[in-house]
């Protein structure tokens, strides 16, 4: 019940990576004032690799998450690349690695958008977006997606298991892989491997353009209810080819742009990311605040991943994800800031990443044999890429003896923090404000939002875990009220 | 050279007076699991993974040598139940992480693990405070994963002609020493056998982890003691 002066708290969130919790505060009339979302889990692992021999990062960072290993893999050898002089990477050392990013890129976007998302979007009655948001819990889940839809349901496994085969390939294991190392990668693609994977690549096309097809669609048909959903101004930050602007997830400068599409950061170059982005730490969670130091932490705060990187990107280099990008702009003037736009920008992504992938597999250079660089030693680096949920910044100093002494980590999920908070607090005041009890849509409604960033808040805080949701109802003076729990766990706070 | 016969786990074997359970074994391509026992060096039965029961009392196969018409039992649930608990002990004693370890798939003391289905050690985790030595330019010392198998101490002094490591202190205070007051103050070099014997990601050459890609590690593809006893190694 919604008292005087009250506090709800959501937990657990279910379909995202690890925990979290949602308090909503409303005021003395009811109305919603704010609304946070707290991550519970706690971050390490800028610790525990002090002290370890630099070569050793790259596979031991990776084990930050299961779901998007190879983003923390990449960066760290990006950044050990420079620790060792060998930035400038051979064409199959470069190649190799970009393909892995791709395959990652693809088997995490189709997880997300199949397995995660897709039960959102399906399950409603004559399919509104509120009623297919609002719709049971039992029924908005994988296991119903595969009863209703099990050619999607298809689909989202065989695409995510070819990207997983990609990187398998280049990596050596699907998941927490050596494949790259600094100055480069140890081995290169094998003849046997290539034509395995390209017996699967029209295909793959063929589902990417339908999984481009879906998410636009259901963006149009939607538009009115999804365009307001969870969406606020905001600036939107990604890396961007240097050349010339183009979306690039492996490599490149850093661009801003504001909600109007006005550029605020003008491609600057990786190594100088202290001079430009700054995070503040908040008492209440785990996870740092990033922003632009320009603007300040009220007003220099940004989003990250798919959305981010459409507007960001002067266009895309691949043919079809350079239409698909064109036509995603003509929905907005200036810069696309409707938070359910993430959909069909990952799906964009996922085009893009496949065609890549088409275009590198038949590169001769991936059977190249010149593997390794490397030049003059350096003792400090910074490496950032594009991971699937957005801008990933890997930071270290390595003394003389190889040993790392510092490591500053600046996730997506990190980055997306102040934005999440921003759309659970919109979806908060549009639909709980003045009520006097806790809706059980409410609920799905918070997780919607907050699953459109794909956040992986275990990833964030550098724990593990799987993501419960509770909301909780607090007075004025902060006696908890009231309190609404789901998920598989227990109804713990 | 006088020949004797004796049986493992009732085949008959042959060899030499004077040899041990363990090359006569290896000779005849019968495994037996050892940890700190290595091709040339003086065997000393540390480890005790080899452990064997020769005419029903446990011996460490590499240091008790053959004996006429003895009945050397090695394959057994008794046996294989000792030697996985003390590779479980090893475990846990240290910190051990195969995950990112660069030793990985060619860990013996990992290989022995899978070996022995060890997925999950059953006893609890100490979680020492160790040290890691990075001074020397070349070699480093992570005493996280040391167990002090001797190896590298006794091949810096037979193979080597050195003195750079020795073992200091008693019981669960033992730990490895080098002979100065760093790595870097001793004289060792990065192509000392020392350094190659290590079985496990102790001493350890820099610069120089995972270039070898997953599948084509040393028990990646055979598990350990498949070279002396093909096909008996997969669980």
């Known amino acids: 019940m919604a008292a005087k002066g009250t506090k709800y708290t959501i937990l657990p969130l ?35 690799i002090l002290g370890r021999p630099f070569w050793e990062i790259p596979v031991a960072v990776q084990r930050l998450c299961g779901i998007c290993p190879v983003s923390h893999h990449l960066a760290a050898a990006k950044a050990m690349d420079r620790i060792v002089g060998g930035e400038q990477l051979t064409p199959t050392a470069e190649k190799i690695r970009r393909l ?43 296991i119903n997606l595969a009863a209703k839809y099990p050619d999607l349901a298809v689909q989202g496994v065989m695409m995510r298991k070819y990207g997983q085969e990609v990187v398998k390939a280049t990596a050596g294991k699907k998941i927490h892989g050596t494949g790259a190392i600094p100055g480069g990668v140890n081995k290169n693609l094998s003849i046997q491997d290539r034509d395995e994977l390209l017996k699967s690549i029209d295909q793959m096309m063929i589902w990417s353009r339908g999984a481009v097809d879906i998410a636009r669609d259901y963006t149009k048909e939607h538009f009115d209810e999804l365009a307001p959903f969870g969406s606020f101004e905001s600036n939107h930050l990604s890396l961007v080819r240097e050349s010339d602007g183009a979306l690039d997830l492996y490599d490149g400068v850093l661009r ?4 109007d599409r006005n550029m605020i950061l003008v491609d600057v170059n990786v190594q100088r990311y202290l001079e430009v982005l700054m995070e503040e730490v908040r008492p209440w969670s785990y996870m740092k605040f990033p ?26 280099d691949t043919e079809e994800a350079c239409a698909a990008h064109k036509e995603f702009r003509e929905l907005q003037q200036g810069a696309n800031n409707i938070t359910m736009c993430y959909h069909w920008a990952r799906m964009i992504e996922v085009l893009h990443s496949v065609e890549k992938i088409r275009d590198l597999l038949n590169d001769p250079d991936l059977q190249g044999k010149d593997l390794l660089s490397s030049g003059p030693r350096r003792e400090e680096a910074v490496a950032i890429v594009e991971a699937p949920r957005g801008t990933l910044l890997h930071h270290y100093r390595v003394d003389r003896n190889d040993m790392v002494t510092m490591c500053n980590l600046i996730v997506s999920t990190t980055s997306n923090n102040e934005p999440m908070n921003r759309a659970v607090t919109k979806v908060a005041k549009d639909h709980l404000s003045g009520r006097k009890d806790i809706p059980e849509k409410f609920l799905n409604y918070i997780e919607v939002a907050i699953r459109a960033y794909d956040p992986c808040l275990s990833c964030a805080t550098h724990a593990l875990g799987s993501m419960p949701l509770s909301v909780e109802v607090y007075d004025a003076g902060g006696a908890l009220v009231d309190r609404r729990v789901r998920g598989s766990g227990p109804n713990e706070t | 050279m006088s020949r004797i016969s004796f049986t493992i786990d009732g085949v008959t074997v042959q ?24 091709r040339d060096l003086v065997p000393h039965g540390s480890c005790r993974v080899c452990s064997v029961k020769v005419n029903g009392r446990i011996q460490a196969a590499c240091v008790q040598t ?22 479980d002990m090893l475990f846990v004693e240290g910190n051990h992480f195969c995950m990112f370890c660069e030793k990985s798939g060619f860990c013996e003391l990992q290989a022995l693990a899978y070996r022995f289905g060890i997925a999950v050690p059953k006893y609890q985790f100490l979680y020492p405070k160790r040290e890691i030595d990075m001074s020397h330019p070349h ?14 101490v006794q091949a810096s002094q037979s ?34 056998e020392a350094v190659s014997v290590c079985p496990v990601g102790a001493l350890v050459r820099k610069r120089v982890g995972y270039e070898t890609p997953v599948g084509l590690r040393r028990y990646d593809e055979a598990p350990i003691g498949d070279d002396i006893e093909p096909g008996k190694g997969d669980r």
């Open chain 2, 159 to 192: 193979m080597d002609s050195k003195n750079v490591f020795q073992f200091i202190g008693r019981g669960i205070r033992k730990r490895l020493q080098v002979n100065g007051d760093s790595l870097a103050k001793t004289d060792l070099k990065v192509t000392d």
């Open chain 2, 139 to 152: 070699v480093y010392v992570d005493h996280n994963r040391c167990i002090l198998c001797g190896r590298c």
């Open chain 1, 14 to 48: 279910t379909r995202v990576e690890g925990h979290g919790k949602v308090t909503v505060h409303l005021n003395d009339s009811g109305v919603v004032d704010r609304a946070r979302l707290h991550i519970v889990e706690f971050r390490g692992f800028e610790r525990f």
């Open chain 1, 100 to 142: 892995m990013h791709y395959g990652q890129m693809l088997q995490s976007h189709a997880l997300h958008f199949f397995h995660l998302s897709a039960p959102d979007f399906l399950f409603g009655t004559e399919g509104t977006a509120e009623s297919g948001f609002a719709a049971p819990v039992e029924q908005r889940n994988i």
């Open chain 1, 256 to 259: 801003a742009v504001d909600k």
């Open chain 2, 15 to 38: 060899a030499i007076k004077g040899q041990s359970i363990l090359k006569a074994a290896d000779a005849a391509g019968i495994y037996i699991p050892r940890l700190c026992a290595y």
């Open chain 1, 291 to 316: 922003f632009l130091k320009d603007l300040g932490p009220e007003y220099g705060w940004y989003r990250v991943g798919p959305l981010a990187r459409m507007n960001t990107a002067s266009f895309i």
């Open chain 2, 66 to 87: 053959v004996i006429e018409g003895a009945v050397v039992e090695n394959n057994t649930p008794e046996l294989e139940e000792y030697r996985s608990n003390i590779i």
